[in-house]
C-alpha cells in the first residue's frame, strides 16, 4: 500500500537562515554523498550490478536520439510492444553518471511486464542546464518515432531521480508522457548556486527562474513525487512544496515518503518487484 506523507513533519530547513551560513555549511546542504556514510559502498554496489544486467538483459544499447557524445538511450523492451513503459532519468547533480549505471533499475518494474529505456544526456560543464532540460523532449520525441521498431509503443510514464526527477518535472507536459515519478528531487535551484555545483553549473538569474520547477506554472498531467525520510532537508522540504504547490493547483499526484530511505537506498524501492515505487508506477497508469 502506498502511503501519502501529508501527515510527515517538516524538517528543519537550512535555507531558512541560508545568508548567515558558511560556505561549508551551504555545500553541506546539498552534499548526499557526504550525508550517506556508506554512500560509496552503495554507489559501487550499483554501478556492478548495473554493468553485469546491462550485459545480460534482452536490449538494444547505445541507440542515438541525437548529435552529442552522450545523446544515446538504452532499450530493455517488454515481451510486446504495448506493454507500459518506465523512461528512466539518472541523476548526479546535471554533472556526473550515466545511463549505464542505472540499469540495474530494470528488472523491479520489468518483473511486471514493463519495457524500460534509460537514456543519457549531456552533463555539466560541457553544456549548460538549459542545453540539458532541451535534450529530454528530444529523447521522447525518438521514442515517440522509433520506439516501436524497437518493440517499445505502450504508455510512457517519465521518472527520475535527483537531477533526473527536476528533469522530469521539466518534460512531464510532453505529449509522449502519460504520468510522472519524481524520486529525492531538487525543484527549487536557487540555493544551488551558493554552493560547490555551481562551478561546473554557473546558473543564471534567467535559468533559475525558468528551470526550477518550483517557479514554474504547475503542469496539469499526473507526477507522483517521492523522497526518503533519511534524506538531506532540503531535499525533502522541495519534494514537499513541490507536491503542495500541485495541490493547490489541483493537479493530480501523490507525496509519497519512503520510511528510512536516504538519497541512494530510495532507489531500491524502484529496483525490488515489490518496491512502493514499482508499485506507485504501475498506479498511475490507472
Partial sequence: MIENAHSTGRPLDPRSA???LSQAERDAAYDNNAAVKNSTALIAERNETSSRLRSTLKSHLDLAYGQRANNKIDL???????APCLVFLHGGYWQRNSRELFAMLVEGIAAHGWSVAIPGYSLAPEVSLTDIVAEI????DWIAAHGASYGIAGPVVL???SAGAQLVAMALDHPRVHAGLALSGVYDLAPIRDTWLNDALKLTDEEIARLSPLRLPVTNKRLDIAYGSSELPALVLDSINFHEKRAAAKAPGQLIQVAGADHFTILEALRRPDGILVEAAQALLN
Fill in 159 to 161: 521518472s527520475g531521480w
Fill in 18 to 20: 541560508w545568508s548567515g
Fill in 137 to 140: 523532449p528530444r529523447t521522447l
Fill in 76 to 82: 530493455y523492451p517488454a515481451a510486446g510492444p504495448e
